[in-house]
């Protein structure tokens, strides 16, 4: 459980391969993306009925995606391609290790986009296209987002490896600037973890909130270091939680901790170009699907301050017409969580 809690706070880059990669053409769904501004309500109603989800932060191990990229030409073209842009052997890290280098968020935030972007090269050669143009919406945990615009064409791969690069070493740096951590509250509602995070800033003078809301009866919460030790020594006997469990993270991601972090993701991001996608991505920020590029492009440089709000997303999600998932990407997380929602939801894991 405590992999799969951590594995939740922290679910591709584009193309059609044919015999060969190029990657001029790369692409992921036949459907096209095209840079149309102006309206973000395009997908005000849309449906669920295939959803494609790519994990997050934390869902990196040591081995990963040693297997795929010897089965699968296209997934070791990605990371050729990566290296490129990194300046390092990224598919090394992902199957030496060592684990506190892969751990890192420097090093983790690409190296998860990659491999999930490679899971979908996986899913087309076993199950073709036609498995990929099924997809009607597409969701990311946290950094999974950046996954799931690429898979929809929203943002290129190579701009989605120069993205989370930069947004690890951004998030890395708000981190170093100040003591802080997370702490996930398993077996409380989301109003007992506010009560107990007002509690815990009362304590110990620092701030701290809920970061992740995943699903009922877990939350991540993001604050100073003194207010975590607070809330671990709090939930238990005032708030009769089950357990608290101190995350092995950088900082306190989706706070205003991570201020200092947004000007430079705002640089990076205002380098590249996002395209409408060509199916809805719903925004960590507001659980709902942009269709404005440039609205997309602002809630990204949010994404880092505000809360992850995944458990309106799966609400969403399973309200309108959802048929089955696919959770792509290393572990198991999105999938866990999903069954927490509805143990008869169909969900399809594509690992690497």
């Not at 900082?251 to 000007?263: L, R």
Request: aromatic share 8%.
């Amino acid at each position: 459980m405590v992999k799969i809690i951590f594995s939740s706070v922290i679910l591709l880059a584009a193309s059609r391969f044919s015999a060969a990669f190029v990657p001029a053409a790369r692409t992921f769904g036949s459907r096209s993306s095209t840079a149309i501004f102006g309206s973000d309500s395009d997908f005000d109603d849309f449906s669920t009925k295939v959803a494609f989800m790519f994990p997050g932060q934390g869902a990196q191990f040591v081995g990963m995606c040693a297997e795929v990229c010897k089965d699968v030409p296209a997934a070791k073209a990605l990371f050729d391609e990566a290296n490129e842009i990194l300046g390092y052997d990224l598919l090394e890290v992902c199957t030496e290790g060592p684990k506190e280098k892969l751990d890192s968020t420097v090093i983790s935030q690409p190296a998860i986009f990659v491999a999930s972007m490679a899971a979908v090269e996986k899913l087309k050669q076993e199950e073709g296209q036609e498995a990929l143009d099924s997809a009607t919406c597409a969701m990311g945990l946290s950094l999974g987002e950046y996954s799931a615009l690429c898979f929809a064409g929203a943002i290129s791969f190579a701009d989605g490896v120069k993205i989370t690069k930069a947004r690890g070493e951004a998030m890395q740096a708000a981190s170093d600037a100040i003591d802080t951590g997370m702490v996930s509250v398993i077996g409380l509602d989301s109003g007992k973890v506010k009560d107990l995070c007002a509690m815990a800033t009362e304590k110990s003078g620092e701030n701290i909130q809920i970061a992740n809301y995943l699903c009922k009866g877990n939350y991540a919460v993001s604050g100073a270091s003194a207010a975590c030790d607070s809330v671990a020594e709090l939930a238990k006997p005032e708030f009769k939680a089950r357990m608290t469990v101190k995350l092995a993270v950088a900082g306190a991601f989706h706070t205003e901790f991570m201020s200092p972090a947004v000007s430079s993701l705002e640089d990076v991001l205002a380098d590249v170009e996002i395209k409408k996608p060509r199916i809805p991505v719903i925004s960590n920020v507001d659980a709902k699907p942009h269709s404005d590029p440039d609205t997309i492009k602002k809630l990204l440089a949010t994404q880092v301050t505000s809360p992850v709000l995944w458990e309106n997303t799966m609400d969403l999600m399973l309200g309108k017409d959802f048929e089955k998932a696919y959770e792509l990407g290393p572990g198991k997380v999105t999938a866990g969580i999903l069954k927490r929602f509805s143990k008869k939801a169909e969900c399809t894991n594509i690992e690497v």
